[in-house]
């Protein structure tokens, strides 16, 4: 039972837990900790930071008359990071506190080892089918900082290829020419295959301020080839064996541009295919799950408008799906034997989604998904809320939340069509969390990965029977 007392003061001979006692002793003032050192000050240099209305600046629709206010801090702000008075004061400001906490230095290690006990540090994850005939998966190595990417056959257990080591990536010899880079800010951002898996493209960078360069390599020599991509926002998706899609940061690097690069050609050659100017928008591009279309989303935190691009066709003008409205938010999916997108959205004002379906040749033309009976599969309803639809060979997979908990819908297809009703996935805990896990093949022969957890049930990988039910 609490006691409303006050506590005692804290006394070093008071007993403690081993390891409460350690943190105690840690932060027990010592004489070195006490000792004078004065902090580093900033200096201060007059600026003057002008609020709402600016000429020959973008500041929104309707800003504010200007308002003028005075930040003689002003100059600390380096985005080039290159200002050595700004690099010098952090240099300063580390040594500094580094001095101020050196009594932590092994306490500081303990701790590490403590929460590292506590870590799987050899994993892999679920190995997982695609079209290509390979099986794919990543690996974590106890005492190496980053992971692996392999992958073998499908359905045997043979030989394991390493397709990308990310260890290794700071050896290798344009990682060290770049200047900037620090293989202690290593970051691979994307790992795609080609249709066929005999290229990787990996996004990568050194510098901390993930601008990412683009890499390809050969992965049947395992060669890393000359050619690459630079000043990238780190997707990529490829829409055939000699055609990717990237996405480039502005000014203020936001993702704001997509480019379609020919495999063998210089970057000066690339084209860029949308360009997003309302700053409110990011972009982003993929490749739908059967392989037909490239999607080009532009997204604000309350509204979307996506376009495509046909695979067959990569240097074709991308198609508007449903031109944006404000507050209207969609996420969609291609059906291709059909020739039918299949959407999630909150349009003509709805507070949540319900599932649509449209033809490619009229992308905006959306209709309510119905079953045999006519009536809506997953109408809209002020007590679900749905998120995205994921479209298979014989099926549908809806995602969403009901009734407190995230949930899943699947929704048998016959030639396209809802053969049914909604089915809601059942699980065994009155708590929990579920969600789609990685679906790559779009032929799936009516099975579904679900990634399933709860108060009482690690994190673990379940195979759904769509024809059981």
Same mark, same amino acid.
């Given at each position: 039972?609490?006691?409303?007392?006050?506590?005692?003061?804290?006394?070093?001979?008071?007993?403690?837990?081993?390891?409460?006692?350690?943190?105690?002793?840690?932060?027990?003032?010592?004489?070195?900790?006490?000792?004078?050192?004065?902090?580093?000050?900033a200096k201060r240099v007059p600026h003057t930071v002008t609020?709402?209305?600016?000429?020959?600046?973008?500041?929104?629709?309707?800003?504010?008359?200007?308002?003028?206010?005075?930040?003689?801090?002003?100059?600390?702000?380096?985005?080039?990071?290159?200002?050595?008075?700004?690099?010098?004061?952090?240099?300063?400001?580390?040594?500094?506190?580094?001095?101020?906490?050196?009594?932590?230095?092994?306490?500081?290690?303990?701790?590490?080892?403590?929460?590292?006990?506590?870590?799987?540090?050899?994993?892999?994850?679920?190995?997982?089918?695609?079209?290509?005939?390979?099986?794919?998966?990543?690996r974590t190595t106890k005492g190496k900082s980053f992971r692996?990417?392999?992958?073998r056959p499908r359905g045997s257990a043979g030989e394991e290829?390493?397709?990308?080591?990310?260890?290794?990536?700071?050896?290798?010899?344009?990682?060290?020419?770049?200047?900037?880079?620090?293989?202690?800010?290593?970051?691979?951002?994307?790992?795609?295959?080609?249709?066929?898996?005999?290229?990787?493209?990996?996004?990568?960078?050194?510098?901390?301020?993930?601008?990412?360069?683009?890499?390809?390599?050969?992965?049947?020599?395992?060669?890393?080839?000359?050619?690459?991509?630079?000043?990238?926002?780190?997707?990529?998706?490829?829409?055939?064996?000699?055609?990717?899609?990237?996405?480039?940061?502005?000014?203020?690097?936001?993702?704001?541009?997509?480019?379609?690069?020919?495999?063998?050609?210089?970057?000066?050659?690339?084209?860029?295919?949308?360009?997003?100017?309302?700053?409110?928008?990011?972009?982003?591009?993929?490749?739908?799950?059967?392989?037909?279309?490239?999607?080009?989303?532009?997204?604000?935190?309350?509204?979307?408008?996506?376009?495509?691009? !046909?695979?067959?066709?990569?240097? =074709?003008?991308?198609? /508007?799906?449903?031109?944006?409205? +404000? #507050?209207?938010?969609?996420? @969609?999916?291609?059906?291709?034997?059909?020739?039918?997108?299949?959407?999630?959205?909150?349009?003509?004002?709805?507070?949540?989604?319900?599932?649509?379906?449209?033809?490619?040749?009229?992308?905006?033309?959306?209709?309510?998904?119905?079953?045999?009976?006519?009536? !809506?599969?997953?109408?809209?309803? =002020?007590?679900?809320? /749905?998120?995205?639809?994921?479209? +298979? #060979?014989?099926?549908?997979? @809806?995602?969403?939340?009901?009734?407190?908990?995230?949930?899943?819908?699947?929704?048998?297809?016959?030639?396209?069509?809802?053969?049914?009703?909604?089915?809601?996935?059942?699980?065994?805990?009155?708590?929990?969390?579920?969600?789609?896990?990685?679906?790559?093949?779009?032929?799936?022969?009516?099975?579904?990965?679900?990634?399933?957890?709860?108060?009482?049930?690690?994190?673990?990988?379940?195979?759904?029977?769509?024809?059981?039910?």
């Open positions: 039972r609490r006691q409303h007392v006050a506590e005692p003061a804290f006394h070093p001979c008071m007993r403690l837990p081993s390891k409460l006692a350690t943190l105690a002793a840690a932060f027990t003032t010592s004489p070195k900790m006490m000792s004078a050192v004065a902090p580093p000050i609020f709402g209305r600016v000429d020959g600046e973008n500041r929104g629709p309707n800003p504010m008359e200007p308002l003028e206010l005075s930040d003689d801090l002003f100059w600390i702000r380096d985005d080039s990071r290159k200002n050595e008075d700004m690099l010098q004061l952090l240099r300063d400001e580390n040594a500094y506190s580094q001095h101020k906490t050196s009594t932590l230095d092994g306490f500081r290690g303990t701790l590490y080892d403590e929460m590292l006990s506590h870590v799987q540090e050899d994993d892999d994850t679920h190995p997982t089918p695609a079209a290509d005939g390979y099986e794919y998966w990543s692996v990417y392999l992958r290829q390493t397709i990308l080591d990310v260890n290794e990536v700071p050896s290798l010899q344009y990682f060290k020419d770049e200047g900037g880079w620090d293989a202690s800010q290593c970051d691979v951002h994307a790992v795609e295959t080609s249709p066929s898996g005999r290229l990787l493209a990996y996004a990568v960078d050194g510098s901390g301020y993930e601008t990412y360069t683009v890499r390809l390599k050969e992965l049947g020599s395992g060669v890393e080839m000359e050619e690459e991509i630079r000043g990238t926002g780190g997707s990529i998706a490829w829409a055939d064996e000699r055609t990717l899609f990237y996405v480039k940061l502005d000014a203020q690097h936001r993702p704001f541009e997509v480019w379609r690069h020919v495999i063998g050609t210089a970057q000066a050659e690339d084209v860029r295919v949308f360009e997003e100017p309302d700053e409110l928008f990011n972009v982003d591009c993929w490749t739908s799950r059967d392989a037909s279309l490239l999607f080009i989303e532009s997204e604000s935190k309350e509204t979307t408008e996506m376009l495509f691009v !046909p695979t067959a066709t990569p240097a =074709a003008d991308p198609t /508007l799906i449903r031109r944006r409205k +404000f #507050g209207e938010r969609y996420d @969609v999916d291609s059906h291709s034997p059909s020739r039918t997108l299949f959407l999630t959205s909150n349009a003509d004002g709805l507070v949540n989604r319900q599932l649509y379906s449209a033809p490619i040749d009229d992308p905006a033309n959306w209709t309510p998904v119905a079953g045999g009976d006519g009536a !809506p599969v997953l109408p809209h309803s =002020a007590s679900r809320s /749905l998120d995205g639809v994921s479209a +298979f #060979g014989g099926f549908l997979a @809806v995602s969403g939340r009901e009734e407190g908990f995230t949930q899943l819908w699947v929704v048998a297809l016959r030639e396209g069509v809802a053969a049914a009703g909604a089915h809601r996935l059942g699980f065994e805990d009155e708590s929990f969390t579920a969600e789609l896990g990685s679906n790559r093949l779009f032929e799936a022969a009516g099975r579904l990965r679900v990634e399933y957890s709860s108060m009482t049930s690690p994190r673990q990988l379940r195979e759904y029977d769509v024809a059981a039910g």
